[in-house]
């Protein structure tokens, strides 16, 4: 039987890509904290079982989610990577949780949880961090940062080596685990509410991130019985029809309406042509999408302490008949706000826009490429232009709304899924 590596040479994943147009190669970096010291069994139970190191025996709670952590560089062992973050499509309301798998081939037993010979005993458990990031143009780019879920560990009968499969979620894992008693009060901007009730749980400054400009929404005080954290997040998202999710660095970020929808008349931060040439970035995919999927012409918002608001669209309902979106207890103080929200939403799902669901690109083509692959975030403008065979070249003004890598070391696939960019009313 022949052994996909031969196991009396290290294995090495070479993650080092070649062919950059400015010859500079992008490097690729797979980093866990497996060697910390300080006990794994140390956790924050009320701050959601975060693993804190500190470098004294004395466990420090200022500490929590980044504290002092000691990445290890398993670059070598890792054969490939997949890193999905943000929305699949525009069927979702709010941003996923990112996720990480990593697939390992393991000839030392290094990453088996019960072996004690191994140099990370007894560290390979949940909740270790993990951080993927990439070295380009003498700049690192953090893609990726986020916990372990779970090892899954694979042996084939006369196998050299065992395949260690690596699930990881990114911070929403943890909020995901938080209650709140945090009530705000009437009049409070969603963007200040947000932040009060991250630095409630003490969430570290260093890994918040929320917008002040462009807000919306005027919330209600909360109730105060103990309920969980991140579904009152999403539900101020849905009332400032803003933005919240995990940067790739590992911030909980807030986007407020203005940010969280940019404008057709907002240059573009990246353009994307099938064509290519000077300044563009080539595409190697293009998924174009004409759907009714999310299309409401009848908006009904009812405030928290108003009355019913409803806006709707008497062209779209002869075109594709009556939609109706329904919202009550929406968070807001007043029925002026209530119904300016229903034309907001309305505006933006009033038609099936033709529009691009992603655009895929390989970073290891251009200058271009890598530049909107290591940069690139959620909400970043791009321009996306297509010049079908036999028809008319068409320029579509989008923004990201969700980022996959798929990297192995022989290849490097960045898929970013798009939202369009529209006249939208904002009631800043």
Known sequence: MSLLYDSTVAYEADYTYYGVGNGISPVIKVEMDLSSSFPTEVLDIDYGGVLAYTTSSEYDPADRYDGFVEFDDITSSVRSIEITRGKSSLTYDHFDAGTCSLEISDFNSTFLPDEPLSPYYPNIKPLRQVRISATWSGETFVLYRGFVDAWQIRWQPKQEFTDVGVQTTDATKLLANFETEYTGVDGDYAWERVGDMLLDKSWPADFTDVDTDGWFAS??????????????????????????????????????????????????????????????????????????????????????????QVASDSDSIDEYRERALTLIDVPLTTDLLADQLAQIILDKQKLPLSRINSVTTDPRTSVHSSAVALRGDM??????????????????????????????????????????????????
């Open 379 to 428: 909400l970043t403008r791009i321009d996306v232009i297509r010049t079908p065979p036999g028809g008319t070249t068409n320029t579509y003004k989008m923004f990201v709304i969700g980022i996959r890598h798929s990297i192995t070391p022989e290849s490097w696939a960045t898929q970013f899924v798009t939202d369009y960019r529209g006249d939208l009313l904002v009631f800043p």
């Open 219 to 308: 919330l209600v005080e909360d109730t105060s019985d103990r309920r969980q954290l991140l579904p009152n997040l999403q539900e101020y998202e849905i009332a400032e029809q803003g933005a919240l999710f995990v940067s790739k660095e590992g911030r909980i970020t807030w986007r407020n309406q203005a940010a969280a929808n940019p404008l057709e008349a907002q240059t573009a931060d990246y353009f994307f042509s099938d064509t290519g040439g000077a300044g563009y970035i080539t595409m190697t995919e293009i998924d174009y999408t004409v759907s009714d999927e999310k299309v409401y012409n009848v908006i009904s918002i009812t405030p928290t302490l108003g009355t019913e």
